[in-house]
């Protein structure tokens, strides 16, 4: 099992940046693809962005590509999410989530997840 909390979110202006971060503990953190998704109020939880085991291979959704860009830092046991040029459309809260057995855009793929952080971005 494999606990993760995330941190990092913040209210800015739109056109900032922000730098999520997703620590984890408990079982080896480079056995698991990690994933970053969102909810913002009334909208179900979606995909933003994924990362594998090693790092090797990351996959984004297309409304952040050329924006966000995920990482990891399997000596730290840490994930993180860099958001450039934030929009207004980014508000939402920012939940990372784990899986042993590979990374994919469905959530139900992800059995371990934060508690979210919140990123409120304004016009």
């Known amino acids: 099992q494999v606990q993760l909390v995330e941190s990092g979110g913040g209210f800015v202006q739109a056109g900032d940046s922000l730098r999520l971060s997703c620590a984890a503990s408990?079982?080896?953190?480079?056995?698991?693809?990690v994933a970053w998704f969102r909810q913002a109020p009334t909208n179900k939880r979606e995909f933003v962005a994924a990362i594998t085991r090693g790092g090797g291979t990351t996959q984004y959704t297309d409304s952040v590509k050329g924006r966000f860009t995920i990482s990891r830092d399997n000596a730290k046991n840490t994930v993180y999410l860099q958001m450039n040029s934030l929009k207004p459309e980014d508000t939402a809260v920012y939940y990372c989530?784990?899986?042993?057995?590979?990374?994919?855009?469905?959530?139900?793929?992800?059995?371990?997840w934060g508690q979210g952080t919140q990123v409120t971005v304004s016009s």
């Open positions: 408990g079982r080896t953190f480079s056995d698991y693809a």
């Open positions: 989530a784990a899986d042993r057995y590979g990374m994919g855009v469905q959530k139900e793929i992800y059995d371990y």
